[in-house]
């Protein structure tokens, strides 16, 4: 008769004992988290079998993953922006819950590809390509070409609970932001000293209809009389 407890009677299965445990008919499930099972038998005579228990580590939830950029570029509203060195990588974590988690499995990762053409559980390790299910278990930060690209991805942890896939759109941006002198006009060879110098600036998009990263402000510098640059604002 098993019974999951935190704790148990020090008299064990007994017949004064027999209302803090329920009656085994079928097999059972448990909330997740750490769970004690006591159990002990009784025979036809009304012999007691010595109490038993066993700790039980229930992981009910799937693992979770969150796409990263190693070198320049950042992950913003379902879009994973990167400069021409930049890598991906995906962290995958299984969630501590109630002193449960069973690890991380493995992560699958899908380029360009329906999804539905591989169970995360299913992804083997291949080429590298991520371009179907025997190319899709994870290992190492990856780079891609220069175009936009649909990044799917999903985990798995080491009792099968299976994380659902996420897409993000990754876009390779190596065009360089555009620079233009608005004032002083180009040519003027004096200016008044009250004069200020204005510029803009423009990030052009990837592809026709595809925004690049756009101009970091923190990063815009001039230089002067070939003293040290400083921020341009």
């Known amino acids: ?45 009304g012999n007691f079998e010595t109490l038993k228990n066993s700790t039980v580590f229930v992981d009910a939830a799937y693992p979770g993953s969150v796409p990263a950029v190693e070198g320049p570029g950042f992950v913003e509203d379902g879009r994973i922006l990167l400069g021409a060195t930049a890598q991906i990588r995906i962290d995958g974590t299984d969630p501590l819950i109630a002193e449960a988690a069973s690890g991380l499995l493995h992560t699958a990762v899908l380029i360009d590809t329906d999804t539905a053409s591989c169970q995360v559980e299913e992804a083997q390790s291949g080429s590298g390509a991520f371009d179907a299910c025997a190319n899709a278990r994870y290992a190492l930060p990856f780079s891609l070409t220069p175009a936009t690209h649909a990044v799917s991805f999903a985990s798995v942890d080491n009792v099968g609970n299976t994380e659902p896939y996420q897409t993000y759109i990754a876009v390779i941006d190596e065009a360089p932001v555009l620079i233009n002198i608005n004032s002083p006009s180009a040519g003027t060879p004096f200016i008044n000293g009250d004069l200020l110098v204005s510029a803009s600036f423009l990030d052009p998009p990837v592809l026709p209809g595809v925004a690049g990263a756009g101009v970091n402000s923190q990063s815009i510098r001039i230089l002067i009389d070939a003293l040290d640059p400083m921020p341009f604002t």
């Not at 017949?15 to 988290?33: I, N, R, V």
């Not at 750490?34 to 002990?40: D, K, L």
């Open 1 to 45: 008769s098993p019974r999951a407890r935190r704790s148990f009677t020090v008299g064990g299965l007994s017949s004064s004992t027999l209302a803090q445990f329920t009656q085994y008919a079928a097999p059972f499930t448990l909330q997740e988290g750490r769970r004690v099972v006591a159990f002990a038998s009784r025979d036809q005579k």
